[in-house]
Structure formats: structure tokens, C-alpha cells
């Protein structure tokens, strides 16, 4: 071995056990790295997910919640049913964003693996509970993809239809080229809907006799108006019929009064007169009186009576006017 | 070096050197074979590590790993980053960033980094190994050696292949460990806050099966790296100018034995 290294480094044992000790120290610490970059030290919940095709999803891919990773697929196999289990580890700080209404979907697009991903409508909701089973929608681009040019060729004939020489939609918009031309025409809108000129200028004429019987209403209300403001005039303005009503009303109390006075002193008479029946000749001069002050009395109401009535609106001309 | 001596060619010459050759490589394969298990058992056997063989082993480990190892990290260092910036701003370019680290996490630490220190060790030291035993082998020294009651497979020949084998160990996991660091830094900088996607990331492309391919891949590098050299300078005949010739075959067998391989777990682990 002297002639290999005729001058052996110094410390030479030393240095090839540091470096083994290196090595042995790098290898343990990054096999602890890669057992906590794939969470063997968390503590997880069993979430399984039941899909038609798990396809794309291979173990140790992530299933997302709003982009950030919550949970780890371990172990996908193929259920009793038919169906793919894909059976997820949640760590359990990673729990809350799984909730019982918590939708997961599937989705593979054209570039990328695919993608496990859950929606949280409500985080009030329970929370998710250990070893749950969630079916999983799919999302698939590529699988949608013959279902989508079937709907587009239903819609591509549906449109050829649609674009036929006799479609309905043609027919509609040959009617609405009509009805268009009608609107243009000379009445317009009227021809459109009425369908010919003829009846829209009977429709416009009717119109015209409106307005005319409208202007004529609008003088006629006018004069109304003026009449009303006179009849209130002559009813309760000043001297109209309410003051000479109330003071006609002032005179007959007065009269009144006057009435039951004599008729108290014709009550009076009248005791005298039974109080002197015997001596009915002593008392004709006392009655001739009587009778001239009741027949006065009863011409003062009459005239009163008559002046009421003259002042009444609605009185009645008894008389006859000579021309 | 004495020059070879010019021989007119004939088809039957060539023909009877090409059947040898196709009748001599597997047996050449076998001897490689036989030697790292032997490597292996003394290896594996306390009894063996007296103090000479333990002198020899640390000598061959300080000449194999140590001296390379700062060259060979930076190497990797700035080929690591250079790597990483291409695929990042590719990916960025069309819209898949997100891959960006896994891929190059992929190519350069499982991939790259064990290839490039086993064609680095292999260059380095195989190639010196096989010239120097060569040299013995056709002057004799090793029975030379037994003569004076040493035994050279213990005490020279064994400690060049675990010098070897730690060497390409050494190389590709503190490399690989330093291309991580710089693959972090290459994608975002010194911000600590990429370090969770980043671990989890490096996690996924870290699985059992990748783990333990990168593992055993390194090991094997390692194997032909100590072995395949060593044999082929055993198994030239003793003329001076056959040295030259033991290198070449045991280059051009190593250079096989480490495409091999790394097709092997690529097409095991990709295919």
C-alpha cells in the first residue's frame, strides 16, 4: 500500500469515518424528511371516496380544497360493487374544511393528472366524520366529450331546421318583415295592428270626433263651473238666500211670539167670555176687537209666509207675470 | 510503450478474434461477478478488517470520495440550477409550472446526479484503479505480496472497490441532498413560505418504490464501478502493452455494465 500513497495524507481514517458518518447521517435524515413529506407523522383520518373510474388518480396525489392540499389518497382498490375506492388520509388539522354536505368531484383534464377536489358549501355544517364514504362526481374533459358532440349535433339539426326554407322561424320572420312594412307605411303602428289603412283612418277619424266632443265637454264644464260659482254666490254669499233665509227665519220667531201672545190674551178673551156668557152684548165690542187683532196677526204670518217663500230658491211662482 | 506489432489481416484471424471475444465477454462478466461477491463477503466479515485492511480502506475512501467530493458538489451545484431554470422557465412557458419542480426533482436527483457520479468516480479513480493493478498484475507484485504472506485481495484489492462503492454513494446522496437545497432556491428563492408545498411535492416524488430504486441503483453503480475495472485489469494477459488495453475494456465494460443499469430501472420505474 506504501506504494500507492508513498505519503499517506494525514488523519486519513479520521476523514473516511467523518465522511461515513456523513453519509449514514444524511441517509437517516432524509429518509425522516421523506416519511414526514409524505405524512407518516400525522395523525389522519380514513376518508373513501367511491368513483366509476379511477382512472388517472394514482396513490399519493392530493385532493385539494380551494387549491391547498387536505388530504392524501393511500391506497386506491376496486370495491365490492364494481366501483374504484380510493381511500384518503386527511390529516386531522385538515379535518374543519370537511363537512358533511362537503361535495368531492373527480376531474381530468387534457394535460395534467387528475384531480380530486372538495367543495365546502357551509363550514357550520357537522364536520366530516372518520372512515366516511363520499361518492365522487366526475369532471372529465375527454369523457364528456362524446356526450357533448352528440348535444351539438342535435343542435346543429335543430338549427337546419330552424333555417329551412318553410321553418317556422322563416314564416316568423316573413311576418315580422310584413308587420315592419306596416309600420312603416302611413299609420303606422296602427296599420300594423288594425292590418289595413282603411281601418286605421277610421280609427284616427274617431279619434278627431273625440277630441272634438272633448273640447265641447271642456266649455261645457266651463259654463258649469261659472253657473256653480253663482248659484254659490246667490246661496251663501253675502244677501244671498241663507242670510235672508235666516233673517225671515228671525222674523217669524218674532211673529211666532207675537201669535202666542194673543193667543194667551185670545185664551184670556175667552175665559172672560165664558166668565161673562150671560152678558153677551156687554162683550161684542170686546170681541169685535179680538177678532180685529187675530185677523191682523194671522195677516202678518200669511205675509211673513209669503216672504219665505218669495226668498226660497226653489219657491213656486204662484203668480201670473202679465207681459 | 513499446508500439504493437503490425499484422497483415486476414478474415480468419478476424473471425477466430471475434468468436473469442464473444466466447471470452461472458466469462469476462462472470469473473466480475465473482470478484464483487468475494468483495462482498470479505466486506461483510469482521475478521477481516485487521489494521492494514482498515489503513487501506480509509486511504482508498479519503482518494475516492474525499478529495472529489467539493468539485463534484459544485459541479452539480451549478449544473443542478442551470437544469432546474431551464425546466422551470419552460414550464412556465407553457403554462405548467406546477410540474416544473417535480420534473426536475425527477430527472436531476434520481436520475442525473447517480449517473454523473458513477461516470465521475469511474473516470477518476476506475480508470487510475485499473491502470495500477494492471501494472502489478502483469509485473507480478500480487504474487509477490502472497509470497511474503500478505493477501492482496484483502489488504489491496478490496479496499479499492468499497473505496469505490462509497465513493459513488458519497457523491450521489450529498449531492443529490445539495441539488434539493438548490432546486428550492432555484424555484423561489430563500422565502420560507413555498417550504410546504415544496415538502409535499418532494414527498410525492419520493415514494417506496422511487426510494428504493434510487437506493438500490446507486448501490449497483457502486458495484460496477469497484468491480468491473478491477476485473478487467486482472484478466489482460502479463505484457506491458496489454495496461493500455485493460483500461479501454474495462472503460468500454463499465460504460455497458452503467447504461445497463440505468435503462433497467427506467424502464422498470417508467415503462
Known amino acids: 500500500m506504501a506504494e500507492s500513497f508513498p505519503q499517506a495524507p494525514r488523519h486519513v481514517e479520521l476523514k473516511a469515518l467523518a465522511l461515513l458518518a456523513l453519509v449514514v447521517l444524511l441517509v437517516a435524515g432524509f429518509a425522516l424528511y421523506v416519511l414526514y413529506s409524505r405524512g407518516a407523522f400525522e395523525e389522519t383520518q380514513q376518508l373513501y371516496l367511491m368513483a366509476d373510474n379511477s382512472e388517472g388518480v394514482s396513490v399519493g396525489a392530493d385532493l385539494t380544497f380551494s387549491g391547498f392540499p387536505v388530504g392524501r389518497v393511500q391506497r386506491i382498490e376496486l370495491a365490492q360493487n364494481g366501483q374504484a375506492r380510493i381511500v384518503i388520509d386527511v390529516p386531522q ?20 393528472s387528475a384531480r380530486l377536489r372538495a367543495f365546502t358549501g357551509n363550514l357550520d355544517d357537522p364536520p366530516l366524520p372518520d372512515g366516511a364514504v363520499r361518492p365522487v362526481l366526475r369532471g372529465d374533459t375527454t369523457d364528456e366529450m362524446p356526450a357533448l358532440i352528440a348535444s351539438l349535433k342535435r343542435v346543429l339539426d335543430n338549427l337546419d331546421r330552424m333555417t329551412g326554407r318553410d321553418s317556422d322561424l322563416n314564416t316568423s320572420l316573413a311576418a315580422m318583415r310584413t308587420m315592419a312594412e306596416r309600420l312603416g307605411g302611413r299609420y303606422g303602428a296602427l296599420t300594423a295592428l288594425l292590418g289595413s289603412e282603411e281601418e286605421a283612418k277610421k280609427v284616427v277619424a274617431a279619434i278627431d270626433r273625440a277630441n272634438t266632443l272633448l273640447g265641447s265637454l271642456d266649455e261645457l264644464s266651463k259654463k258649469a263651473g261659472h253657473t256653480l260659482d253663482q248659484a254659490d254666490a246667490r246661496v251663501f254669499g253675502a244677501g244671498g238666500v241663507v242670510d235672508e233665509t235666516q233673517k225671515a227665519v228671525a222674523q217669524l220667531n218674532a211673529a211666532l211670539a207675537d201669535a202666542r201672545d194673543t193667543l194667551k190674551k185670545a185664551d184670556a178673551v175667552l175665559a172672560e167670555a165664558q166668565k161673562t156668557a150671560a152678558n153677551t152684548s156687554a162683550a161684542t165690542e170686546d170681541l169685535g176687537a179680538l177678532r180685529a187683532q187675530i185677523e191682523a196677526s194671522l195677516r202678518k204670518l200669511s205675509a211673513l209666509i209669503d216672504e219665505v217663500n218669495r226668498k226660497w230658491p226653489f219657491q213656486r211662482d204662484t203668480g201670473v207675470n202679465l207681459p | ?100 419542480l417535480g420534473l426536475s426533482t425527477r430527472v436531476l436527483l434520481l436520475e442525473l446526479i447517480p449517473l454523473l457520479a458513477a461516470l465521475f468516480v469511474a473516470l477518476r479513480s476506475g480508470a487510475a484503479i485499473s491502470t495500477e493493478v494492471a501494472l502489478r498484475h502483469i509485473r507480478g507484485d500480487f504474487e509477490t505480496l502472497v509470497r511474503a504472506g500478505q493477501d ?91 495496461a493500455p488495453i485493460a483500461v479501454l475494456r474495462g472503460m468500454v465494460r463499465l460504460g455497458i455494465a452503467l447504461a445497463v443499469i440505468e435503462g433497467g430501472f427506467l424502464a422498470v420505474l417508467y415503462a
Open chain 1, 93 to 112: 388539522k385538515d379535518t374543519r374544511w370537511l363537512r358533511s354536505t362537503t361535495v368531492f368531484t373527480l376531474e381530468r383534464g387534457l394535460v395534467g
Open chain 2, 1 to 100: 510503450m513499446r508500439p504493437m506489432p503490425q499484422q497483415p489481416y486476414s478474415l480468419t484471424r478476424g473471425l477466430a478474434g471475434l468468436g473469442g471475444a464473444l466466447i471470452e465477454e461472458p466469462a469476462s462478466w462472470l469473473r466480475v461477478l465473482r470478484f464483487a461477491a468475494v468483495a462482498l463477503v470479505i466486506a461483510a466479515s469482521p475478521s477481516a478488517w485487521d489494521r492494514t485492511m482498515r489503513r487501506a480502506t480509509a486511504e482508498q475512501i479519503h482518494f475516492s470520495a474525499w478529495q472529489p467530493l467539493p468539485g463534484f458538489a459544485l459541479v452539480v451545484s451549478l449544473l443542478g440550477y442551470v437544469l432546474i431554470r431551464i425546466v422551470e422557465s419552460t414550464a412556465h412557458a407553457y403554462g405548467l409550472s406546477q410540474y416544473a
Open chain 2, 152 to 242: 492482496p485481495l484483502r489488504h489491496d484489492l478490496v479496499p479499492r472497490a468499497i473505496g469505490a462503492v462509497v465513493a459513488v454513494l458519497a457523491l450521489a446522496w450529498l449531492s443529490s441532498a445539495l441539488a434539493l437545497v438548490i432546486a428550492y432556491v432555484a424555484l423561489y428563492g430563500f422565502s420560507p413560505w413555498a417550504l410546504d408545498g415544496f415538502v409535499r411535492i418532494t414527498g410525492q416524488v419520493f415514494g417506496p418504490v422511487a426510494m428504493a430504486g434510487y437506493a438500490l441503483k446507486t448501490l449497483l453503480f457502486g458495484a460496477a464501478v469497484a468491480s468491473i475495472p478491477i476485473t478487467a485489469a486482472l484478466g489482460v494477459p502479463r505484457q506491458t502493452e496489454m
